[in-house]
């Protein structure tokens, strides 16, 4: 499920332990945020692309033919074992001729400028490389985000990812998220759900990529996005009533209440379900904790859909696939809540 690269023995893949530990336990920690430098060293990433020629086997048998228009991505790595140090070539994908390859350091040079960093400056809180080293991540810390200081004073970590694939099958792409990126399946997740909001910015492998990174940076204003989209819409269900009344309202919307002809087992449910989603409304995680509101009748739902079922794969594939019923049950309740303003 992590698809993080392993190289003898070890995971591509770290991150700032300040930050807490990643769901899988694997990679190397870092004390507190990076810089590129330091990251890309300990994630095994500071590595280069290059383009090479394809060939095939002549009609004839008797020697190779060079594919027009087409190369090949080859990672170059220089390794260090028994031996001393030697060159391993890692073919990564087949890209047209005029591919403009980003390297791993470009990407995450250019995730630090888009917050308005430097160069030298610690803000790097995860990096990876999955996939047998065709993709490429890195998130950035935005910062903790604190809803409504004054009341309830709910805590939000916020990122900035930027992805990057070395196969030719998607762009280079930056976006906001609350997700922190730490696999292949939170990467995932939290590009789906930059995706339903358009805070996508992406940049095709051509030859115009980089002045089409500078107009990013200085148009997009993606670092901020996040902050003001989010808090305007938690604000905004934070000032409608909430409660229990509210919270039927809602959970009629998104499970249809069974009429007298159904069975006594889809009755049955239909209530356990309505009974547990009114039980974690009470709880100190939403209304118990945080008073009644729509942010906290949206929170209760969202805690259900994410934690119900008892398989715990279905339960995290369910809770990060942002194409998921789930992830449009959410949506659903969102627009419910949203609605009685």
């Known amino acids: 499920m992590h698809a993080i690269e392993i190289s003898n023995t070890e995971h591509r893949f770290a991150y700032n332990g300040d930050n807490g530990s990643t769901w899988h336990g694997l990679g190397t920690r870092v004390d507190g945020l990076a810089t590129v430098d330091q990251m890309l060293t300990a994630a095994l990433a500071d590595w280069r692309v290059e383009k090479q020629a394809l060939y095939v086997q002549s009609p004839d048998g008797t020697g190779l033919v060079e594919v027009p228009n087409?190369?090949?991505?080859?990672?170059v790595e220089h390794m260090l074992n028994a031996d001393g140090f030697t060159t391993e070539y890692t073919p990564l994908g087949v890209v047209g001729k005029d591919y403009a390859i980003e390297q791993n350091r470009e990407a995450a040079e250019w995730a630090v400028e888009l917050v308005g960093a430097s160069g030298n400056d610690a803000v790097i809180d995860t990096m990876g490389v999955l996939h047998d080293g065709r993709e490429f991540f890195v998130g950035v810390d935005l910062g903790t985000l604190v809803l409504d200081p004054d009341g309830i004073g709910d805590v939000i970590k916020r990122f900035l990812v930027v992805r990057n694939r070395h196969d030719g099958t998607s762009s280079l792409c930056a976006f906001p998220t609350m997700t922190r990126v730490v696999c292949h399946n939170t990467l995932t997740a939290?590009?789906?759900g930059a995706k339903r909001n358009s805070q996508i910015h992406n940049v095709r492998h051509t030859s115009g990529k980089d002045w089409r990174k500078q107009d990013a940076i200085a148009a997009m204003g993606i670092a901020?996005?996040?902050s003001e989209q989010f808090v305007e819409t938690a604000t905004q269900m934070m000032s409608i009533e909430g409660g229990h009344n509210v919270l039927d309202a809602v959970i009629d919307t998104l499970w249809e209440k069974p009429n007298a002809s159904?069975?006594?087992?889809t009755r049955t449910l239909w209530t356990n379900r309505r009974n547990r989603i009114h039980r974690l409304y009470t709880t100190d995680t939403n209304a118990g904790g945080f008073g009644d509101s729509g942010w906290t009748v949206w929170n209760a739902v969202g805690e259900y859909l994410d934690h119900s079922r008892k398989d715990l794969r279905k339960r995290?594939?369910?809770s990060m696939d942002p194409m998921s019923e789930d992830a449009r049950l959410k949506d659903k309740a969102l627009g419910k809540i949203l609605s009685l303003v």
Do not use: E, L, N, Y
């Not at 087409?70 to 990672?75: D, E, G, I, S």
């Open 262 to 265: 159904a069975s006594d087992r």
């Open 316 to 318: 995290a594939i369910a």
């Open 190 to 192: 939290a590009w789906g």
């Open 224 to 226: 901020r996005a996040i």
């Open 70 to 75: 087409k190369v090949a991505t080859v990672r």
